[in-house]
């Protein structure tokens, strides 16, 4: 199975700030990678597809990067409503493996 | 509006069998995929498997494999999740999710799950 880490665990930051979430691979998986955002109570929702590809309907702050075994979720200007916790997915070999989550707190 | 609404929560003892329903409403079921994920408590999120809408072809996480089943009725436009021999370890929320734009696999590996059901919980315990 494919192992994904992501780091940092949780972070702390304020609204306006710049947030960075990274995901890496245990092998390489070209671009199969999903970011979904989790809040307490509901069902994930998808943010980006392909890496990098922003799903419609979802603010343009959130931007995806990263190929290979390296990923990046970034949300450029933190608002309140972006606390929840990010997960990172791969969907290049079975089975489907998750990262074990970031929590962000604002 | 497109959805996809679950059966409500159950409480089983360990060594039974759990059925979780998933109806769509606002798009025809034959037409996507329906991957099954599920949380466990404080836990991350866990792949169980996914369904061709239209063809019924089946996936499924090896560590599952034996004791989860999916299927669909086109009919009814509803995805079933059957998991058997229960134990503590499957307390979870189980959620249904639209996979990709097409019925086909590949759509899902690459577009993700746009469209989720609201979970059902899955409590086992004796």
């Known amino acids: 199975d494919i192992q994904m880490t992501q780091s940092p665990s949780s972070l702390s930051a304020s609204v306006g700030d710049r947030v960075t979430i990274t995901c890496r691979a245990s092998q390489s998986m070209s671009t199969y990678l999903t970011w979904y955002q989790k809040k307490p109570g509901q069902a994930p929702r998808l943010l980006i597809y392909a890496a990098s590809h922003l799903q419609s309907g979802v603010p343009s702050r959130f931007n995806g990067s990263g190929s290979g075994t390296d990923f990046t979720l970034t949300i450029t200007s933190l608002q309140p409503e972006d606390s929840a916790t990010y997960h990172c997915?791969?969907?290049?070999?079975?089975?489907?493996?998750f990262g074990q989550g970031t929590k962000v707190e604002i | 509006q497109v959805q996809l609404v679950q059966s409500g929560g159950e409480v089983k003892k360990p060594g039974a069998s759990v059925k979780v329903s998933c109806k769509a409403s606002g798009y025809t079921l034959s037409s996507h995929g329906i991957t099954w994920v599920r949380q466990a408590p404080g836990q991350g999120l866990e792949w169980i498997g996914w369904?061709?809408?239209?063809?019924?072809?089946?996936k499924y996480a090896q560590n599952l494999q034996g004791r989860v089943t999916v299927t669909r009725d086109t009919s009814t436009n509803t995805a079933y999740m059957e998991l058997r021999s229960l134990r503590s370890d499957d307390t979870a929320v189980y959620y249904c999710?639209?996979?990709?734009?097409?019925?086909?696999?590949?759509?899902?590996?690459?577009?993700?799950?746009?469209?989720w059901g609201q979970g059902t919980t899955v409590t086992v315990s004796s």
């Open positions: 997915q791969q969907s290049y070999n079975d089975p489907w493996t």
């Open positions: 999710a639209r996979g990709g734009r097409a019925a086909a696999y590949d759509s899902a590996r690459y577009y993700g799950m746009d469209v």
């Open positions: 369904i061709h809408g239209y063809s019924g072809n089946t």
